[in-house]
C-alpha cells in the first residue's frame, strides 16, 4: 500500500478515535501527560497500526512525536492489556470495529501483484 494511502487511513482512524474517547485531536497530539489523553493517545496507536498498515514513524508523526519508539511502545503497552483486561477488551473491541470501516477494501488484480482499491 503507498505511504499516502497508509497515513491518509491512519489520519482518519485517529481522527475517529479522539472522538469516540471524547478526547480532542489536538491534544493527543500534544505533549500532555493526562491519563484520559495518554490512554486515547495508546489506543490509537494501536488501532493505526493494526488496521491502517501504516509504520511505527508515521504512527509517531501523526501522534506528534518525533520517531517510532512512541507508538511501539503503545502496542506492546495495549497489546499487554488486551491479554490481561477483558474491561479494556470491552472498550476497545467497539472502537477497533468502527475503525474497521476506514480501511479501504482491496483486492489482488488476476495473475498479479498489483492491488486494486474498491470504493
Not at 7 to 23: F, N, Q, S, T, Y
Not at 31 to 51: C, D, F
Not at 60 to 73: M, S
Not at 79 to 89: A, N
Request: charged share 30%; with cysteine.
Amino acid at each position: 500500500m503507498r505511504m499516502e494511502i497508509r497515513v491518509d487511513i491512519a489520519r482518519k482512524m485517529r481522527d475517529l478515535v479522539c472522538e469516540l474517547m471524547g478526547v480532542s485531536v489536538e491534544e493527543v497530539i500534544s505533549k500532555s501527560r493526562r491519563r484520559p489523553i495518554v490512554e486515547t493517545r495508546k489506543m490509537a496507536a494501536y488501532i493505526m497500526y493494526k488496521l491502517s498498515g501504516a509504520t511505527y514513524s508515521e504512527i509517531g508523526e501523526l501522534l506528534g512525536h518525533k520517531n517510532h519508539c512512541a507508538p511501539r511502545h503503545a502496542c506492546i503497552t495495549v497489546s499487554g492489556y488486551i491479554d490481561v483486561d477483558p474491561k479494556y477488551r470491552e472498550i476497545i473491541g467497539p472502537i477497533m470495529s468502527a475503525c474497521e470501516g476506514v480501511s479501504p477494501k482491496w483486492e489482488p488484480l488476476p495473475d498479479e501483484d498489483i492491488f486494486i482499491f474498491l470504493d
